[in-house]
């Protein structure tokens, strides 16, 4: 009987494989118990069939476009709006509410919105000014123990446009060339995480734990 009660609890989780990286979110959540299934998602009937979503690391205004061209946007759009969904790095844009600078955009390309946040692209600068931070993540399991954020041509959260609604969950703990100590790097609000840093490029598989039973958590509370 217990054993069914922790199927029960599993959760199929799918990350969007439009373009960026993906295999390595996959990866990871198949290493946790917690996880039936992590597979990779491309069109409306694949997303329907999975439970929650990861948004990864790549290039937003690609994604966005794929998405859009394919007929999918609507789908992913509504999906985001209805299911846990966790967004790192360009994943984390596609989330934002509004982006205020950054790259080449002026604040047109298309969001799937729902994190009450704005965001700066490419703030930490180049690819060649790529680095790793170790970050205190609120509610992250052995949290006395730094996550390894690594941080390539990474989104800042430069204002919280609902703070009634959005959780900050990681700050930087130390400046980065011209970004100060304490800037935002992941939040939460709802069913929705996003984070500015790439989990799925270390071995430190916390992170996708934090989302996973976040979005058991949300799962269990909408069936009630």
């Not at 029960?8 to 996959?26: D, N, T, Y």
């Not at 680095?131 to 959260?157: D, M, S, T, W, Y």
């Not at 703990?173 to 992941?186: F, L, M, N, S, W």
Request: glycine share 10%; net charge negative.
């Amino acid at each position: 009987m217990a054993q069914e009660q922790q199927e029960q609890k599993q959760i199929r989780v799918g990350v969007l494989a439009l373009q960026g990286a993906f295999a390595e979110h996959i990866i990871l959540l198949n290493t946790l118990p917690q996880v039936s299934e992590a597979v990779a998602i491309r069109n409306a009937e694949e997303i329907s069939k999975v439970d929650a979503l990861v948004i990864p690391g790549g290039e937003s205004t690609t994604m966005a476009l794929i998405a859009e061209r394919s007929g999918f946007w609507p789908s992913l759009q509504e999906f985001v709006r209805t299911h846990p969904t966790w967004g790192t790095c360009a994943g984390l844009i596609l989330l934002s509410e509004y982006i205020t600078s950054g790259g080449t955009l002026k604040g047109d390309q298309k969001l799937l919105g729902g994190l009450g946040i704005s965001i700066k692209r490419n703030a930490f600068g180049t690819q060649k000014e790529s680095f790793e931070a170790g970050l205190h993540v609120e509610g992250l399991e052995n949290a006395e123990k730094l996550f390894p954020g690594v941080f390539i041509r990474a989104p800042v959260i430069d204002e919280i446009l609902k703070p009634d609604e959005v959780e900050v969950v990681a700050k930087l703990e130390q400046d980065y060339g011209r970004t100060p100590k304490g800037t935002i790097v992941a939040v939460k609000q709802g069913h929705l995480l996003g984070s500015a840093f790439h989990p799925e490029l270390t071995h430190d598989n916390r992170m996708h734990l934090f989302f996973v039973k976040m979005a058991q958590d949300w799962i269990a509370k909408q069936q009630k």
